[in-house]
């Protein structure tokens, strides 16, 4: 993914730099979407498209990138990955009761918003090309294997896994530019 101050890694290492207590009293990270999970069902899980976004997953090998975690200073702080839809669990009985709902309702993990429009309106084979227009305007695309050559870096194609195997790049219109940091000096500034 190309490095971005909006991506969760530069708000985990500023708290690290400006408040260090608060950073080392922090026992899990999770984004809004993974703090909503957690109250309605108590699990720490993120699904694999928001942890794509963080700046510390490996879409290779569909896990935490341990050498970026530890620069990070977020080792054993981040949550379990899910898939894309995946059940995080069953909503907490007193929530269930006060709601009057039933016990057994599952708590399903979304995902990154184009990634999930994407997918709802193409056909989901390596090749659909979808162009999704939200908050800001993407175009998406799914491949068989990642693209992870300078050549992509230069055209500032963000990159992701699912865990069926899919791979996906996100082309932000806006962003389609030479970015001002390049992988191998975001990796060595830890």
């Excluded at 309702?105 to 184009?114: C, F, K, P």
Aim: hydrophobic share 40%; net charge negative; aromatic share 10%.
């Amino acid at each position: 993914i190309i490095y971005h101050p909006k991506y969760s890694v530069t708000r985990m290492m500023q708290i690290r730099a400006e408040l260090p207590g608060i950073f080392q009293q922090m026992y899990r990270w999770l984004s809004v979407t993974d703090f909503v999970m957690n109250r309605l069902c108590g699990s720490f899980v993120m699904d694999e498209s928001q942890a794509c976004r963080t700046l510390l997953y490996d879409i290779r090998n569909h896990c935490w990138d341990s050498e970026l975690v530890e620069a990070a200073g977020m080792t054993g702080k981040l949550p379990d990955v899910i898939p894309m839809g995946a059940t995080a669990g069953i909503l907490k009985s007193g929530l269930a009761s006060r709601f009057g709902m039933r016990r057994d309702v599952a708590i399903v993990s979304g995902g990154q918003d184009h990634l999930c429009a994407a997918i709802a309106v193409g056909d989901g084979a390596p090749g659909t090309v979808v162009n999704s227009m939200g908050t800001s305007e993407v175009y998406f695309g799914l491949s068989d294997q990642p693209r992870l050559d300078e050549s992509a870096f230069a055209a500032c194609l963000n990159q992701g896994c699912f865990a069926d195997g899919r791979y996906y790049w996100i082309a932000n219109i806006p962003g389609n530019r030479r970015c001002p940091l390049d992988f191998s000096e975001f990796r060595q500034q830890g």
